[in-house]
């Protein structure tokens, strides 16, 4: 894999899978039976944990992406990469794993999570690895039903498995 391109690949595959689109998600949960996602470019910033290598805002840090500004050799030599980015990198795939392709029917709602520094308000696991999990968080927008992706990374599997978790019914692109 040639790393001077993979955060333009990356970049590129987000906003044609996920820009300017909206998830919507049905729940057995009441309060939040419907979940509307929406994604912008931007998000990728926080997805992948840029901001731990960069001190520059999301618009120009996906604007250096676009222009081969930045790259992960460019910032691979920084010290958070490797404990707060690398992973948000490799399990990026989990985002199609979790929303386009839905391999998971269950999700954590909020006041279901026992910790909750991020004020995350919903958040969905990718499972497959053995020991750890890819969380997806959202955050739902102030005075408004539509959420955003917050963040993506991977933690240990045992701080969830205690949790309650809420049924998906149903994933839909519209």
């Not at 899978?17 to 998000?43: A, G, H, R």
Request: aromatic share 8%; with cysteine; proline share 2%.
């Amino acid at each position: 894999m040639n790393l001077e391109f993979d955060l333009l690949d990356i970049l590129n595959d987000y906003s044609q899978k996920f820009c300017n689109k909206t998830c919507m998600i049905e729940t057995n949960y009441k309060p939040l039976s419907e979940i509307q996602v929406v994604f912008n470019e931007n998000d990728l910033h926080h997805l992948l944990g840029l901001h731990y290598v960069t001190k520059e805002r999301a618009s120009k840090t996906i604007k250096k992406i676009k222009n081969g500004q930045l790259t992960i050799n460019s910032i691979s030599k920084h010290n958070d990469y490797r404990k707060k980015v690398h992973y948000r990198i490799l399990g990026y795939n989990s985002l199609e794993f979790l929303l386009i392709d839905p391999q998971t029917d269950v999700c954590i709602i909020a006041k279901d999570l026992k910790n909750n520094p991020m004020n995350l308000d919903v958040i969905f696991l990718d499972s497959r690895d053995k020991n750890k999990v890819i969380l997806l968080g959202l955050r739902r927008a102030k005075d408004s039903m539509l959420f955003y992706p917050t963040t993506l990374h991977r933690t240990d599997k045992k701080k969830y498995d205690g949790q309650r978790k809420t049924k998906i019914n149903r994933i839909t692109w519209i």
